[in-house]
């Protein structure tokens, strides 16, 4: 990226990386934009969206088949795309900033599992629920059980893997193998009593995909991400002083129960929306924040902001991937994530060896 | 002023301190000395709020335990033993942390000055996780100077609490970071620093308190608590307090040297 070489540095803000982080939030503004054009141009039918686009300009209504394809499977799709992007990356760097290492995902340690677990109970067992408290949830149903399945999971693994301030590392990627392995068996135990109604919901949302995209499931989606998102500038400067632990960010004004509180529940609103709508999209959560940290550094104030532009950027030139590479078939987005996303992992394992040996 | 009475901290199933009490005074570096193990880091703990402990501290007339963490990061900055640091942050950057809620991030000014304090200008590009020891420990003075850069606000004495900042300091910094917490006390502030080197204490402290397994033995001017009875008790060996005409008290392992002889 030339640009952020031309930002000329003050020699008095030297080692400062605020103005390159803030010059990188407007590039990836313009990167996001030209993804969702791209998201929003490309697909199996022959629709274009230059031509629909030249059309409308020229005051031409849109064909009945055009404004199925654009309004409601691609937008829809692009929509969800952005929303879930942005939720696991910003999810990935808050909860790199509270357990204080570059390896915490919801991913990796549990926290999706744990979400996908109240979705499919919800998807399974939802209809024992009394109808009127079915009705009342709606169309959030599994949204709500997967955000509550994915914040048993991260307090859960708060409580196992840090003692007086301190998380392990080591404990907390073990706890989050115990618990991705208790929630996939409890899983099984579902899938085995599912009907096969409910098998074909559960196969088609465990591939991890955003081929199902509909506008009722952005709706179901939305309102989660969209809270979750609007709290994390409340969380950075707390995040940053969390760098010091837990203790000196105490003393330097946080109130540090308080911050991972709200951490966790954010955490647990975003992966669970996320998880509910598109299942189990992996690696985006640890790459997106890894890469902007390389690029700007660890500043939260900037990193959130970054993360959730990036990840939803992101997210969607793999499913343009997922939709063109075997078109006119589709690849689960979740393959692309993790063919992406495995090896540039190893990457950064090879990067913090040493950090993984305390 | 700062008031700590009765205070006890238990780490189950041991007892770590017993009944402390504890006193320092704006103006003033109050040291607190003792061996290895004897509760020195837990008493700092106490007292700024980090450890639950029985008992009560007041700070500035105010009970601690009553007060928010950001009143409190108002009033004091606290330097811990060692403070490893997660991300890769610049100096500048971990400098940064410590300017509080109202203080903008434009206050670079304050930054530089706190980095200058310290002898550490110029090291503002630098990662604070390729530094030596002595020279993280330095930032993170000046990440605590910039907290409560001044002494005294509105007629209100500010504190340092400074848990062993210069044992990793070679003895030209040992000497300017104890003149810092000089002048931070002669301008009106309040220092309670731990410590281990006794002769620096004796030059620098105006208070001592000497801490052996978890009590008080005694808390006063340096030439009342540096004497060979108290110390040999409290250090389990024998040591040899003199004094220079003009330089003041120094302190010497005296005997060991003469028995191994
Ligand atoms: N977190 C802890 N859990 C259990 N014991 C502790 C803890 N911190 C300190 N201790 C014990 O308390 C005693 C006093 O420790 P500390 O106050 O750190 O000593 P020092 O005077 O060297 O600073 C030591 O015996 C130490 O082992
Ligand atoms: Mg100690």
Not at chain 1, 8 to 33: E, W
Request: hydrophobic share 55%.
């Amino acid at each position: 990226m030339t640009f952020l070489t031309h930002v000329m540095p003050d020699p008095a803000l030297a080692g400062d990386r605020s103005q390159k982080a803030r010059a990188l939030s407007f590039a990836l503004v313009f990167i996001l934009f030209a993804a969702a054009l791209l998201s929003l141009a490309i697909g199996a039918s022959g629709t274009s969206l230059w031509d629909a686009l030249i059309g409308l300009a020229n005051g031409e209504a849109l064909s009945a088949r055009d404004r199925i394809v654009l309004l409601d499977i691609r937008l829809p799709r692009t929509v969800m795309g952005m929303l879930v992007g942005a939720a696991l990356a910003v999810s990935g760097a808050v909860m790199q900033g509270l357990f204080r290492n570059p390896l915490a995902d919801p991913g990796l340690v549990g926290v999706s599992a744990g979400a996908g677990l109240g979705a499919i109970v919800a998807i399974v067992l939802g209809g024992l629920l009394p109808a009127t408290v079915a009705a009342m949830f709606g169309y959030y149903l599994v949204s709500v059980a997967a955000f509550v399945g994915g914040w048993l999971s991260t307090i859960l693994l708060y409580k196992v893997s840090t003692r007086r301030g301190r998380t392990s590392v080591a404990t907390m990627l073990l706890a989050g193998i115990a618990l991705g392995a208790l929630a996939g068996a409890l899983q099984g135990v579902l899938v085995y009593i599912a009907d096969d109604a409910q098998l074909r919901t559960l196969t088609f949302w465990g591939m991890g995909s955003l081929a199902g995209a509909t506008w009722t499931k952005v709706i179901a989606a939305a309102p989660l991400i969209l809270l979750a998102l609007a709290i994390v500038p409340f969380l950075a400067r707390g995040l940053n002083a969390l760098a010091l632990g837990e203790a000196a960010a105490s003393h330097i004004g946080i109130s540090v129960q308080r911050l991972k509180n709200t951490a966790i529940l954010m955490v647990a609103g975003a992966v669970g929306a996320a998880v509910a709508v598109a299942g189990g999209i992996g690696f985006i959560g640890i790459v997106v924040p890894h890469l902007l940290r390389l690029m700007v550094g660890p500043d939260h104030r900037y990193l959130l902001v970054n993360s959730a532009l990036l990840g939803a950027a992101l997210l969607l030139i793999a499913d343009v991937i997922s939709r063109v590479i075997i078109a006119p078939a589709e690849l689960p987005i979740g393959i692309v994530t993790a063919t992406l996303g495995g090896p540039f992992f190893l990457w950064i394992l090879l990067r913090q060896r040493g950090l993984l040996d305390m | 002023m700062l008031d700590a009475t009765d205070i006890s901290v238990c780490y189950e199933p041991h007892r770590i301190l017993h009944g402390i009490d504890f006193h320092a005074a704006p103006g003033a570096v109050t040291a607190i000395v003792g061996p290895n193990g004897s509760g020195k880091t837990t008493l700092m703990r106490a007292l700024t709020g980090e450890t639950d402990y029985a008992g009560e501290v007041r700070l500035n007339n105010e009970n601690i335990a009553r007060l928010k963490p950001w009143e409190l990061a108002a009033m004091r900055g606290v330097l811990p033993q060692a403070t490893p640091l997660a991300f890769p942050f610049t100096v500048i950057e971990v400098v940064r942390l410590g300017l509080s809620r109202g203080v903008s991030a434009g206050n670079t000014d304050l930054i530089h000055r706190a980095l200058a304090r310290v002898d550490l200008s110029g090291f503002e590009g630098r990662f604070y996780q390729e530094l030596s020891g002595g020279e993280q420990q330095r930032v993170q003075l000046a990440r605590v100077l910039a907290q409560v850069w001044s002494p005294v606000e509105d007629g209100e004495p500010r504190w340092l609490f400074l848990d062993e900042p210069v044992s990793a300091l070679d003895i030209g910094h040992q000497l300017q970071v104890m003149q810092i917490a000089h002048d931070y006390a002669a301008a009106g502030g309040g220092v309670v620093t731990v410590m281990h080197d006794l002769n620096l204490t004796a030059m620098f402290a105006d208070s001592v308190a000497l801490v052996s397994e978890g009590r008080i033995l005694q808390q006063g001017a340096p030439e009342e608590v540096f004497n060979n009875a108290l110390l040999s008790r409290a250090y389990h060996c024998d040591v040899r307090v003199n004094s220079a005409p003009s330089q003041g008290t120094f302190i010497l392992p005296h005997a060991a040297k003469m028995a191994a002889e």
